[in-house]
């Protein structure tokens, strides 16, 4: 079975992701309220954002193999998070996508799966 990871391409490909991923988040007018519930320096972020999505794509596990199980929605219960900060967060997220992603069908899945784990994080109505 080949997995979201090697389709990708590895590990380079989802740095690229993340890292475009917070440069969107930094430039986007429409994502302040997202950018605002993380530190000012991104680097921590994107290290473990790479780390989990590197998991949660099919390859390695490094975020667990560091911190263990993610955890994500209690990891994420200190924020408020309803639908505009999910939306937010998937507007950066499928801009990335598409602006990284050469495989529109690779591209529409990893969509699809993100808004399930965006929905997944809300803590707000």
Same mark, same amino acid.
């Given at each position: 079975?080949?997995?979201?990871?090697?389709?990708?391409?590895?590990?380079?490909?989802?740095?690229?992701?993340?890292?475009?991923?917070?440069?969107?988040?930094?430039?986007?007018?429409? @994502?302040?309220?997202?950018?605002? *519930?993380?530190?000012?320096?991104?680097?921590?972020? &994107? =290290?473990?954002?790479?780390?989990? /999505? +590197?998991?949660?794509?099919?390859?390695?596990?490094?975020?667990?193999?560091?911190?263990?199980?993610?955890?994500?929605?209690?990891?994420?219960?200190?924020?408020?998070?309803?639908? @505009?900060?999910?939306?937010?967060? *998937?507007?950066?997220?499928?801009?990335?996508?598409? &602006? =990284?992603?050469?495989?529109?069908? /690779? +591209?529409?899945?990893?969509?699809?799966?993100?808004?399930?784990?965006?929905?997944?994080?809300?803590?707000?109505?």
């Amino acid at each position: 079975m080949t997995t979201h990871y090697n389709r990708i391409g590895g590990a380079e490909k989802v740095r690229a992701l993340v890292t475009r991923f917070y440069q969107i988040m930094d430039e986007l007018p429409e @994502s302040y309220g997202i950018r605002q *519930l993380h530190p000012e320096n991104l680097q921590g972020s &994107q =290290e473990k954002l790479f780390k989990y /999505l +590197c998991g949660w794509m099919g390859g390695p596990a490094l975020y667990v193999q560091e911190y263990g199980h993610p955890m994500l929605r209690r990891r994420h219960l200190p924020f408020s998070i309803s639908a @505009s900060e999910r939306d937010q967060w *998937l507007l950066c997220m499928d801009n990335a996508l598409h &602006q =990284e992603l050469e495989n529109t069908i /690779l +591209c529409q899945e990893l969509s699809n799966a993100f808004a399930k784990l965006a929905d997944h994080m809300r803590n707000k109505p």
